[in-house]
């Protein structure tokens, strides 16, 4: 039976329909019914991790793998949701639309993000990846009484459609070129002497613009900082940590699948170009910045410059450097959402001033505020600097053979270095600022502490014992 | 008579993607810049079929099938998203759209 290949996505998807079922059936225990819906995608990623996969490695005729880069995605990613699913149930907003819809609707995202993470073929991969893009366009904008998330909303469909359009485009010159759409197929090709390397350097570089809306990478990062600002906090968490997650994914499968085309990898200029100026232009625009979310979103573009710099540096160290680095980021991106899903309860929107003497009205959320802020700037013992630190010994070992990555390796640094300054902006706001005079205490509820004790913990433990997970990423890549 | 080949369908295929992309680009109006997009898709999905069809492979063409598809999707949920904007604003001027700014 081929479909047991798919038992973590039937899973989710089955969640997602009983949660839908049972919201419409008993709307007045729709906040347990979200709960159980978070409850359930953690025991599924619990299960995988002692239920057997099959052996062998591809199904449905070549299109579906399943290695343990796959598993390992599969299991970070619907991790990723159930945390979000347990901030969706605190979010003050949706608690008041009602509904378990965008509960079903965050676990079925997270399905297609699951299946991406196992695509072997370019029409599997779009399907996917428009599973996950449609559904987006509907978190975002699910709070449809309110203009700003109807207009992230508006944002996030021109964008989307706009990569999805560039995909398809590029998808059909891919095909034009090797006369397949299959990984495999795609790579026999390319080592054969008939194929136009133009027409296909052209074709792989519109499906990377189309990857690069996901990723939020220039020139496909425009939305991030509009759409993190006006889309429900829980959304945006996801956003920042699911979707980011699954386009490396796919941009790491088609680099093992051997998909780049050959001037690339002799010749790294245009990755190079792209990391530069992606982690430059959200490190620069991010100091302006006095709304929060929208400071994420630039927060959320430096990321996915530095997440380039072990994608153009390449080799097993840059790849395993680029793992890490996600799953770091993941708990400390989530970590700041659960806080902002808190503080900014009434009203969803976030300046500096409602962090005002946050130290005072909640110790909880300011230490894991900053935590996730220091790891985010990558100071140590966090996992944050651990990753950069991967990072750039991936992009200095690269510049031994390459000397214009030592230009990359200088661009990164500086980056760094002018995030930081954003980054402990917001610190002060929390810690030094006073608190207002009418600021009460925050009533932290159990669903967003255990987001937070779970977020804060993995920053610690990959700050200071990388090894596992280092070797583990090590271990997918073989 | 001209004989039509594959760079004739791919010509064609390219100036409706460019036209998209004007589009998207130079309409104010939500429902003209979707309108864009899905020919954008189209582009793609014509090119496609074109491959195809001189390539001798089908994958092209099952691709064109699932576009089709997935932009009836795109359309449903863009035009509701549209739709809800119009009752709020009454306008469908993207330029109005600016309330999220830093």
Not at chain 1, 85 to 100: F, T, Y
Not at chain 2, 8 to 17: D, E, N, P, R, T
């Amino acid at each position: 039976m081929e479909f047991y290949a798919l038992q973590m996505e039937i899973a989710t998807v089955v969640l997602a329909v009983i949660g839908l079922l049972a919201g419409a059936f008993w709307p007045k225990h729709v906040s347990l019914i979200r709960r159980g819906l978070a409850e359930g995608a953690l025991l599924v990623v619990l299960a995988s991790l002692f239920l057997a996969f099959p052996q062998h490695h591809a199904f449905f005729g070549d299109t579906f793998v399943l290695d343990r880069f796959a598993i390992f995605f599969k299991q970070i990613l619907l991790g990723t949701a159930a945390l979000v699913l347990l901030l969706a149930d605190a979010h003050g907003p949706l608690r008041r639309q009602g509904g378990a819809e965008f509960s079903a609707l965050v676990l079925l995202a997270a399905a297609g993000m699951m299946l991406l993470a196992s695509a072997n073929d370019f029409i599997f991969l779009f399907v996917a990846l428009e599973l996950v893009t449609i559904t987006f366009y509907v978190l975002n904008s699910f709070l449809r009484g309110e203009a700003r998330a109807l207009e992230a909303g508006l944002k996030y469909l021109v964008l989307g459609a706009l990569s999805a359009g560039f995909m398809a485009y590029g998808l059909a010159y891919i095909f034009g070129a090797t006369g397949s759409l299959n990984f495999d197929a795609i790579h026999h090709a390319l080592h054969g002497d008939k194929l136009p390397q133009g027409v296909y350097a052209f074709g792989f570089g519109m499906v990377l613009l189309g990857l690069g809306f996901k990723m939020a990478m220039v020139p496909m990062q425009i939305w991030a900082p509009d759409v993190y600002q006006g889309a429900p906090t829980p959304a945006a968490a996801f956003l920042a940590s699911g979707s980011k997650i699954a386009g490396f994914a796919v941009l790491l499968r088609l680099i093992f699948a051997d998909l780049l085309p050959t001037a690339w990898e002799a010749q790294p200029v245009l990755l190079m170009a792209l990391a530069a100026i992606t982690l430059l232009y959200g490190a620069v625009g991010g100091l302006a910045q006095t709304d929060l979310k929208r400071l994420l979103g630039y927060s959320s573009i430096t990321n996915a410059g530095f997440l380039l710099l072990g994608i153009a540096a390449g080799g097993d160290v840059g790849h395993a450097a680029v793992i890490y680095y996600l799953v770091q980021y993941l708990f400390a991106v989530l970590a700041v959402f659960a806080v902002l899903t808190v503080v900014a309860n009434a009203s969803d929107t976030a300046d500096r001033a409602t962090l005002a003497g946050l130290h005072r009205r909640s110790p909880l959320l300011a230490l894991a505020l900053l935590l996730a802020m220091l790891s985010l700037a990558g100071i140590p013992p966090l996992g944050g600097a651990l990753g950069k630190f991967f990072l750039l010994l991936a992009v200095l070992l690269r510049a031994r053979v390459d000397p214009a990555f030592y230009a990359l390796a200088g661009v990164a640094v500086a980056g760094a270095v002018i995030a930081l300054c954003y980054y402990l902006r917001v610190l002060r706001g929390a810690w030094a600022d006073p608190a207002p005079d009418a600021a009460t205490r925050i009533v932290v509820p159990w669903t967003v502490r255990v987001v937070l004790f779970i977020c804060m913990a993995g920053m610690l433990v990959l700050g200071v014992w990388p090894q596992p997970l280092l070797n583990w990423a090590l271990h997918c890549l073989h | 008579m001209m004989h039509v080949g594959l760079i004739h369908y791919l010509a064609v295929s390219g100036a409706l993607f460019a036209l998209g992309l004007a589009c998207i680009v130079l309409r104010r109006n939500a429902l003209l810049v979707f309108m864009g997009l899905e020919m954008n898709l189209n582009a793609a999905n014509l090119a496609l079929v074109a491959f195809s069809r001189y390539g001798g492979h089908a994958e092209g063409q099952v691709l064109a099938t699932f576009i089709i598809a997935i932009a009836a999707a795109e359309v449903a949920i863009g035009l509701a998203i549209i739709v809800a904007l119009f009752r709020q604003r009454s306008s469908m001027v993207t330029d109005l759209l600016r309330s999220l700014k830093g």
